[in-house]
Structures are given as C-alpha cells and as structure tokens.
C-alpha cells in the first residue's frame, strides 16, 4: 500500500498563476483533508471532505478550492495564487471523520514568488 | 474556541534518558487525541491515538496518557534514542463531532549520542 501520496512535491509559481495539488489514497478511507503548515502556526485545515460527493471549508479556505473527484482522490487548486500561499501543503485521510487516525502524505512545498 | 498548546518547544536530552513531552488543550470535551513525529521535511507519522474512553495507549517504547478533565495529554518516550529526534505533534477535535482538527505547534526534539 502506498498510503497518501501526493503530487508535485515541489513548486514555484509567479503570483497570479494556478495550480492543481493532488492527492491520492489506497486505504478506502472516506474521509480526506487538506492542510496547510507554515512556521510557528502549526497546521491549519484548509478544506476537508467527510465522505465522497462533500466538501467543506476548514480554518482558511480563502484563495483555495477543491474537488472530491472520487473515493480515491481530492485536489485542492489556487486559482490565482499570492505569495501568502507559499507553504507546505499536506494532504491527509482517515476512515471515518474524527473517530479515527489521520494518515499524512508527504506533502507539497508550494513557493509563490 | 479549542486551542492547543506544546511546552516546550524544544528540547534535548542525552541517548537512553526517558523523557515527557506534554500537550495542553482548553476544551475537555474531546473524543479523542492523536500524537504524530514529523521529520525534517517530511509528512506527519501516526504515533498513537487515544479515544476519550482510554486513558493510556502504548506502542513500544512509546506512552500516551489523556486526562480529559485536566485538559492533559503526555508522551512518554523510553529509552531515548538519536532516531528519536524529530518534531512531535499532538492534535484534537475542534469540538465534539467535528472532521476539524487543531493542531499544537509541536515540540522539537533532538536525542544526543
């Protein structure tokens, strides 16, 4: 099993650009998260999707949009990206919402220039 | 508003002493905490996790307690290795029945041969 995996692991983007983060789980769990880390702030949800078809917004959504495309799969995008969204972007599941384990990727690390 | 908070936010100990890292978190009404390692660029690694019924979880050389009255979680790490070093996180739910996660900053730890 490979767990989470998440693509790219590395990118530069000029401000104004997009892009697509994605990210992939083989455990069929139902429920998946995007976060984001940055120094002295900790980890911050982002968006979260509690089962396929759902979507939610977390603690800073502004600038960010997702889509569930399958039990598998949850892409977060920036449409127009600034440099305040230069961080590591970490993509996690779990099998059913807050009952249990998080499972991590190995994340993103977005430089908006 | 539940917050989490790690003291201190780092530490180092000499190889083989036992050690305590502590979690801090204001709303008790949690149904369950979960502690991750995180290496130097990498994603966050599963250690344990807790549920509100348990009071302790124990994985190795590994010990998580949760006193829920008190607002408390500790990691207890035994025989203090230097592949112990890394960043170890604690997170809980926003609030009972949530997917929304709050994380601690985390506590940095380095283990010296």
């Known amino acids: 099993n490979a767990g989470v995996t998440q693509t790219p692991k590395f990118q530069v983007l000029k401000t104004g650009q997009s892009m697509t983060l994605q990210c992939a789980q083989d455990?069929?769990?139902?429920?998946m998260y995007w976060y984001r880390q940055d120094p002295g702030m900790g980890l911050r949800l982002i968006y979260y999707s509690a089962s396929e078809g759902t979507t939610d917004k977390g603690e800073v959504p502004n600038g960010y949009n997702v889509s569930r495309l399958n039990k598998r799969e949850f892409s977060l995008r920036l449409e127009s990206a600034a440099p305040s969204q230069t961080s590591v972007y970490f993509c996690a599941s779990s099998d059913s919402g807050g009952y249990n384990e998080q499972f991590f990727g190995p994340g993103t690390r977005l430089t908006v220039l | 508003k539940q917050e989490v908070t790690q003291i201190p936010a780092a530490l180092s100990v000499p190889e083989g002493e036992n050690l305590v890292l502590n979690c801090s978190f204001t709303d008790s009404a949690i149904y369950n905490l979960q502690w991750f390692r995180q290496d130097p660029g990498k994603g966050l690694t599963s250690l344990l996790l807790?549920?509100?019924?348990?009071r302790e979880q124990t994985s190795g050389r590994l010990n998580a307690s949760l006193d829920k009255s008190s607002g408390r979680s500790t990691l207890y790490i035994a025989a203090s290795q230097p592949g112990d070093s890394a960043t170890y996180l604690c997170?809980?739910?926003?609030?009972?029945?949530?997917?929304?996660?709050?994380f601690g900053t985390g506590t940095r730890l380095k283990v010296l041969a």
């Open positions: 807790i549920q509100s019924s348990q």
């Open positions: 997170a809980v739910p926003a609030r009972s029945g949530t997917y929304k996660y709050i």
């Open positions: 455990m069929n769990h139902n429920s």
